[in-house]
């Protein structure tokens, strides 16, 4: 597997993980809290993704979603 079939499926598996978590969240049903989980993994392979690509402005959005995925963890599931 080459390094571009590599960045196109961290690209991939982000979005669509990204996408899942959107619509789960929307959803508004008791396991909704859980889209911050799923967004917490897409913007862990985004920011790879960015770093490996030099998309920096990518990558640093994605390091600041991460520390907002994490507050969402904390107060849907951890204190709620």
């Not at 991939?12 to 049903?29: E, F, M, P, Q």
Request: hydrophobic share 60%; net charge positive.
């Amino acid at each position: 597997m080459t390094k571009s079939n590599i960045s196109k499926i961290i690209e991939w598996t982000g979005s669509l993980t990204g996408v899942s978590a959107a619509v789960l969240l929307a959803l508004n049903i008791p396991i909704s809290g859980w889209a911050y989980v799923f967004y917490l993994l897409s913007s862990i392979l985004l920011l790879v993704w960015g770093l490996r690509e030099k998309a920096h402005g990518v990558a640093f959005q994605n390091f600041v979603f991460i520390a907002i995925n994490i507050l969402g963890i904390y107060r849907w599931l951890i204190i709620s």
